[in-house]
């Protein structure tokens, strides 16, 4: 007996969606839709973009979805067509700031902590993502991809587009930063 379509694997939905099944893209999109979004909101700090861009991505990874050469591999796939779709974002977002002003964005403050405070779990959230925000994109990002969503460092260097050695340095350099802003 065959298994329904929403517990199919993502490699078998790739293969089914390419033959034409936009009942098995929908699973995949309804799968990987908060994770995506989550990621995106991350990166991009906003999400109304964020919510945008998902939509985005979607519609690139379907047009696309020829050109993912081992349908195993569409978590990372999807997470690297996230990637290049906030960076273009993020892009295009500081050639307008720049056109409107040459002022530098304001960074975002982080509360300090007294020694011996012990914090809600609330609060505690709220430091670690006042402290990711401050960290530059690509640090963020690969610290997020690590993390959050469990991905290994190889997979980590496909979305970001860069030598894994460079990944590695991004999550533990962004890890040390991270310390430093948190006061740790």
Known sequence: MALPIADSSDA???RRA???????????VRRWEQKIYSHLAHLI????????????????????LGQLRDPERFPPWLFQ?????AYS???RIREQAAEVSEGEPPQPS?????????????????????????????QREAIILKVYRGF????????QDCPV????????????????????
Not at 47 to 54: E, P, S
Not at 165 to 184: C, D, P
Request: charge should be neutral.
């Open 81 to 85: 067509i996230a990637h290049n779709t």
């Open 45 to 64: 700090g906003r999400a109304d973009d964020a919510f945008d861009l998902c939509q985005e991505v979607f519609i690139s990874a379907y047009t696309h």
């Open 89 to 91: 974002h993020l892009r």
């Open 165 to 184: 050695s460079t990944a590695k340095t991004r999550v533990y350099s962004g890890f040390e930063q991270l310390k430093k802003l948190m006061g740790i």
């Open 110 to 138: 982080l509360r300090r902590l007294a020694d011996g405070t012990v914090l809600e779990r609330a609060e505690s959230k709220l430091l670690v993502e006042q402290a990711l925000a401050a960290l530059p994109a690509e």
């Open 18 to 28: 390419r033959d034409g099944s936009t009942e098995a893209f929908n699973v995949l």
């Open 12 to 14: 078998v939905l790739v």
């Open 152 to 159: 290994r460092f190889t997979e980590i260097a496909k979305i």
